[in-house]
């Protein structure tokens, strides 16, 4: 009975207050709620639910005391052979308790905001929309408004496996002893192996502790390198480096250093530290002990910079690009792993010696080779700072402006020349300085010869538009060409009125579209547009220097299973989120999420990103209605072509211009 009671009159305050509030012409609305849904481990997620309470107004707690006669705040999450909830309802916030006296009771509630948590196991890890709804009321000192339910839809996305990470860094690991090894084959590092390892067998009277001696000296190169990527780490940490490898001048700096390193191997000239740094710690190397073996270590890592440094320069060109925040420290642990290892194997087994090639000739010719490369690897940075452009600013006005002299057809072209000068070159046709004469070609330099100029072969159809699936992510994308293209990586039944989206008048440039599909450049106008035509929006975060977001364009998107549903079905808007075109003064704001100053386009989309869908990476694809409503959980990288179709047939399907799902 007591409870019909504490009903009954709870419905009496909000008939009387909605009669009050309709005779005002006022609406009530003093809760604004936002939610997402985050993956815990391989298993689990939390659904965040957070209230945003007006000034002067209180929600209730979950529970109230039996006495009191209004409504507790209650969820309800619809049942579903998707999930589990685990546990209650976890509210965060600062609770008020007051007691009235006449009649005795106990209110609760929570001012200004409030949080509530629910742990949920998922038993479908291929991702699905969880339904869920809250009913609360919400009161101040003179009122309450009627209780209220609230709709939510959350968008649970496909469970990433947390080992992903580790096996990406595994590669990672991989390929920095890749790079590491390669850097034991310069002048500068190849005949220090049986000097140094000759010095601690004579050195001591026992083999082992000769092995000892090249084991402290092996884990002091590791120790220096590691520290050198922990120190770059913590100054830029994982953003800073996604940021460099973003901006243009940074990138224009990089092709030059890669440039000067390359012309150093080839041997215009020799790029070493200060004299003074080696000589110094080879001085104080000789004191013998712990201390005496990491110096002999530091003056290697001095001496050999002219060949590591490139290298070097390799690791952290790649971990800027991955953005990821262990990438750089993993990189140079690989690397130092592979250039110190054999210092100890060959203490340890000192008759493998004799089996090592005699320094010589062949020496400079894996140096050239090496620089041939580090040239055209210096070209991919050169792309990127011509793609993204170089942000100048003048008095009040910022712009992005591209150089336009590296277009696709550009950069394919140089690599052509490159690798058929190195093919040349390993046959002896070609002679730089330094180089001793060939008497005879070994199949090893053929093999290499052989590869070299295939890939030249190989890319020359790229020229006029064939995809270059091998290398796809790394030239300019297909839309920034010269126009050279015959069809064969172009879009054959693209919108043909695209004009109004490839040169949008808001921005400062003329930005493609990836396949010369018909796109928008701005988020607003894609969703006023797709209102007109009745078609869901596909949003891509993307980049200009997002190497992952050019193999899709370039490897999945044009796969006859996905092309016809992004050209006929959605409204395509990418979002670059590199684009350092100046926002005008009036769109100019303060993210609330990062708290930093909103001043260019690609920060407007990369906050929107962050905001919307608590993502910071490129690619990343959202499928919504005319409302922004997710159609179905949003993902990133996807190089599964089925995978990838049946995300966005699934878009698909859900849209309806009345959809209504709240994120």
């Known amino acids: 009975m007591r409870h019909l009671l504490k009903g009954a009159l709870a419905i009496l305050l909000s008939v009387a207050f909605t009669n009050s509030v309709k005779a005002q012409g006022k609406i009530q609305n003093p809760i604004t709620w936002t939610t997402t849904a985050t993956q815990l481990n391989d298993s689990e997620f939390v659904l965040v639910m957070h209230a945003a309470i007006q000034k002067d107004w209180h929600i209730y707690a979950q529970k109230l005391d039996t006495s009191a006669v209004q409504v507790p705040t209650a969820f309800t999450y619809v049942a579903s052979a998707d999930y589990k909830t685990t546990g209650a309802t976890e509210e965060i916030g600062k609770v008020i308790n007051v007691t009235d006296t006449s009649p005795r009771e106990i209110e609760t509630y929570f001012t200004d905001s409030v949080t509530y948590k629910q742990k949920i196991t998922v038993q479908n890890k291929a991702g699905f929309m969880l339904k869920a709804n809250v009913y609360y009321q919400t009161c101040n000192l003179g009122m309450c408004l009627p209780p209220k339910q609230v709709d939510f839809t959350f968008a649970i996305p496909p469970v990433k496996k947390k080992s992903e990470g580790s096996s990406g860094y595994i590669w990672l690991l991989i390929i920095a002893m890749g790079v590491g090894i390669g850097s034991l084959l310069t002048p500068c590092v190849f005949p220090m192996i049986p000097l140094t390892v000759s010095f601690f067998l004579k050195k001591n009277s026992s083999r082992k502790q000769a092995i000892r001696d090249a084991s402290i000296y ?52 020799e790029i070493t530290l200060p004299s003074s740094w080696s000589s110094k710690t080879d001085t104080a190397s000789e004191r013998g002990g712990v201390i005496g073996i990491f110096l002999m270590a530091l003056t290697l890592v001095i001496v050999s910079f002219s060949c590591t440094g490139p290298f070097l320069g390799f690791l952290l060109g790649g971990a800027s690009a991955s953005g990821h925040y262990w990438s750089l420290i993993i990189g140079c642990l690989g690397f130092s792993l592979a250039l110190a290892l054999p210092f100890a194997l060959f203490a340890i087994f000192p008759s493998w010696l004799k089996s090592l090639p005699k320094s010589g000739g062949w020496l400079n010719s894996v140096k050239v080779v090496f620089g041939l490369f580090e040239i055209a690897f210096a070209l991919k940075f050169l792309s990127t700072a011509d793609l993204v452009g170089l942000n100048i600013k003048w008095l009040h006005f910022s712009t992005g402006i591209q150089m336009g002299i590296m277009k696709r057809e550009v950069f394919l072209s140089l690599w052509i020349v490159i690798f058929f000068i190195m093919g040349l070159y390993l046959l002896g046709k ?18 290499i010869a052989i590869f070299a100029f295939a890939f030249s072969v190989y890319l020359m159809p790229g020229l006029f538009g064939a995809p270059l699936r091998l290398i796809s992510g790394f030239p300019p994308p297909s839309f920034y060409n010269e126009g050279w293209s015959l069809g064969g990586n172009e879009s054959k039944t693209a919108v043909a009125d695209t004009s109004k989206v490839h040169a949008h008048p808001k921005f400062g440039r003329k930005i493609g579209c990836p396949l010369n599909l018909s796109c928008f450049h701005d988020y607003s106008e894609a969703l006023a547009y797709s209102k007109q035509v009745g078609k869901p929006v596909m949003i891509d975060f993307t980049g200009f220097s997002c190497t992952n977001c050019r193999r899709m364009e370039e490897n999945v998107w044009p796969d006859s299973r996905v092309l016809p549903l992004i050209q006929n079905d959605y409204v395509l808007v990418s979002l670059y989120v590199d684009d350092p075109t100046e926002l005008p003064d009036s769109l100019k704001y303060t993210s609330k999420t990062t708290g930093e100053k909103v001043e260019t386009y690609g920060q407007k989309w990369s906050d929107m990103e962050v905001v919307t869908y608590q993502v910071n990476s490129q690619p990343y694809y959202a499928l919504v209605d005319n409302n922004s409503n997710l159609l179905t959980p949003a993902r990133g990288y996807t190089p599964d072509i089925e995978e990838y179709a049946k995300f966005l047939q699934e878009g698909k399907n859900n849209f309806h211009p009345s959809a209504a799902v709240v994120k």
């Open 218 to 269: 092996s884990l002091s190169i590791i120790s220096i390198y590691v520290t050198l990527g922990v120190i770059i780490t913590l100054i830029y940490g994982s953003d800073g480096l996604n940021a460099i490898a973003s901006n243009g001048w940074v990138n224009l700096i990089y092709f030059t250093v890669f440039v000067i390193f390359g012309f150093s191997f080839l041997g215009a000239f």
């Open 430 to 447: 070609i002679k730089f300085h330094h180089d001793s004469d060939i008497k005879y070609v070994s199949v090893f330099r053929l093999m």
